[in-house]
């Protein structure tokens, strides 16, 4: 899981005025995490398995006019994943 938190003040916010995205390049193109969420500061991402090491995220806060604000990772996350690890004990043939 990744944990995102974020701090977006204005008295005139949509009801859910959030949106969260993630790309590979600081330019796009955006892929959704999460749309139309409230304005609550925190939300938990459940990373999918085909998700890259390194992406940058995005936040969108909308106004009831209509109004964007956006704000982006400067630099892109680096997911620290463990990778697997086996060991094979023995091996033979299986029965007919």
Known sequence: ??????????????PRPIGLF?????????????T??????????????????RFYVRLEARDMAGNLATHQSPTPIALDRPQPT???YSVRPAGE
Not at 22 to 34: E, M, Q, R
Request: hydrophobic letters at 35%; charged letters at 20%; zero cysteines.
């Open 22 to 34: 993630y790309s590979v390049y600081p330019n796009g193109p955006w892929s959704t995490i999460a």
């Open 86 to 88: 086996g060991r094979l």
């Open 36 to 53: 139309g969420l409230e304005n609550t500061g925190v939300y938990t991402w459940r990373l999918q398995r085909h998700m890259p090491n």
């Open 1 to 14: 899981h990744f944990l995102m938190r974020w701090l977006v003040d204005d008295r005139n916010l949509d």
